[in-house]
C-alpha cells in the first residue's frame, strides 16, 4: 500500500502561481511512476502530468505544457506540480497517483494503483 496526501491548493489569481505537493508513505515511492490528474465539476477526471520513477522522464497534457512543472525528491517522498500562469479553467480538484505504469498508458486514470484524497485549486478571473 502507499498512502497519499496533497496540499498547497488554494484561491489564486489568474496568472498567479501555487505549488502543490504530494506526501507518499508506505511502500518504496522510488518504485512508482507518480501522475497528477484534475477533476472540475461535472467533468471526467483528466491527466494533468507524469514523471517517472527516477525523475529521467516527464510529460504534460497539452493544457498546461509550458505553465506546469512536476518533479519530485525521492529522498523525501515527495513529488511536486508548480503550477504558473494559472487559468480560470484550471479550476478543479488535484490528485496525485502512484502507479507501475506503462508509458502507453501514462494518461489514463486507470493505470494508477494509489491515489490521494484531492486539494482544490480555484483561479478566479
Known amino acids: 500500500q502507499v498512502q497519499l496526501v496533497e496540499s498547497g491548493g488554494g484561491l489564486v489569481q489568474a496568472g498567479g502561481s501555487l505549488r502543490l505537493s504530494c506526501a507518499a508513505s508506505?511502500?518504496?515511492?522510488?518504485?512508482?511512476?507518480m501522475g497528477w490528474f484534475r477533476q472540475a465539476p461535472g467533468k471526467e477526471r483528466e491527466f494533468v502530468a507524469i514523471?517517472?520513477?527516477?525523475?529521467?522522464?516527464?510529460d504534460y497534457a497539452d493544457s498546461v505544457k509550458g505553465r506546469f512543472t512536476i518533479s519530485r525528491n525521492n529522498a523525501k517522498n515527495t513529488v511536486y506540480l508548480q503550477m504558473n500562469s494559472l487559468k480560470p479553467e484550471d479550476t478543479a480538484v488535484y490528485y496525485c497517483?502512484?502507479?507501475?505504469?506503462?508509458?502507453?498508458?501514462?494518461?489514463?486514470?486507470?493505470?494508477?494503483?494509489?491515489w490521494g484524497q484531492g486539494t482544490q485549486v480555484t483561479v478566479s478571473s
Open positions: 497517483a502512484a502507479g507501475r505504469t506503462n508509458w502507453v498508458t501514462r494518461s489514463r486514470a486507470r493505470s494508477y494503483d494509489y
Open positions: 508506505g511502500r518504496t515511492f522510488s518504485d512508482y511512476n
Open positions: 514523471i517517472t520513477w527516477s525523475g529521467g522522464s516527464t
